[in-house]
């Protein structure tokens, strides 16, 4: 529903400016860039993706990349992590994987930054979920919680020892506290 | 999907307490007191009930109030706005308004105070949508967005010129862009 009222650049225009240390998400006709991450954000993103491939990668069921930038639905989104299933893993003709992802991710997980505000990050997810991604997770680390998004954008909420949903296919159980759990460093 | 670990008191327990100022929430289990509101949140709900009110009040279409307790579905809370078809408005025999309310709101509104966890608010209005409340609006005034909750926990966001959901059989045109600019006492 968000409309920007002047954008300034189209999608392809967007694409041919320099990438950007974070990376900018252009989205509603906005470029918007991704806050610096700091601890708890790079950890809660590494954590996932090691989490996820340890998994999935060794059967070839699927593959999580930190901060990938994905072009789809007329906006190009760098996800804090993205999950493809395998097959829908864009490859060049040699069989390498692809550089561009135009393509919306199966899973999206964008981890929420101290003083970020939430409707950027959610209008990303909810992105996502108008255009076929069938799983987001807002990862909230100041409240402990992480909010689901479903198809049609239906959320819910979870925490402590709620199970997180999970990508079908991919058998993993986790509840929220051991994903917060994970910055704890003892 | 909230659930707390050891809840300390019944919803009974709960409802024999005095109220406190500001008003506290009762709901999975926790007991949850609302921020003190301050200039825009008080704003933004005076305005709101005023706005609907006078479209819908000489009609006997609706009612809405400022914080009002509802009991319902195992909580007990507090909306910033609660909307009442009016013939859903609690009456005793002698066709008072009822002082409880045990009923769930048609449109639930709550607004977010600086510094207030997503997570408490969010999963008032989830927990409405769970107990057909028809809609729901997460007012946030840090990024001038409104997010829409729906039937099912379908959630939506709104900014700018975006027109927003009102409930059925309110005949009420409101952009998000008029709402904040409730807020600009020029």
């Known amino acids: 529903m968000a409309i920007a009222t002047q954008p300034q650049l189209t999608l392809d ?4 400016l320099p990438e950007t240390e974070p990376a900018s998400d252009f989205i509603n006709g906005e470029i918007i860039q991704k806050p610096m991450p700091q601890g708890q954000h790079s950890l809660l993103r590494s954590k996932s ?5 340890q998994l999935t990668e060794s059967q070839k069921i699927a593959l ?3 901060e990938l930038r994905c072009t789809f639905g007329g906006a190009s989104i760098v996800p804090d992590v993205s999950v493809f299933r395998w097959d829908r893993i864009p490859k060049t003709s040699s069989g390498r994987i692809a550089n561009r992802f135009e393509i919306h991710p199966d899973w999206a997980i964008e981890i929420l930054s101290p003083d970020q505000g939430l ?3 959610l209008s990303k997810l909810l992105h996502c979920s108008r255009n ?4 987001g997770w807002l990862i909230n680390p100041e409240d402990e919680s992480v909010l689901g998004i479903f198809p049609g954008g239906r959320v819910e909420l979870y925490e402590g020892a709620d199970k997180l949903p999970i990508l079908d296919g991919i058998e993993l159980e986790l509840t929220v506290e051991q994903v917060f759990g ?5």
């Not at 225009?13 to 041919?16: I, Q």
């Not at 993706?49 to 491939?53: A, D, L, P, Y």
């Not at 076929?132 to 799983?135: D, G, I, K, M, V």
């Not at 994970?182 to 003892?186: A, E, G, K, N």
């Open 49 to 53: 993706c090691h989490v996820i491939n």
């Open 64 to 66: 999580a990349f930190p």
């Open 13 to 16: 225009e967007f694409l041919k």
């Open 119 to 121: 409707k950027k990050v």
């Open 182 to 186: 994970w910055l704890s460093l003892t």
């Open 132 to 135: 076929s991604t069938e799983l």
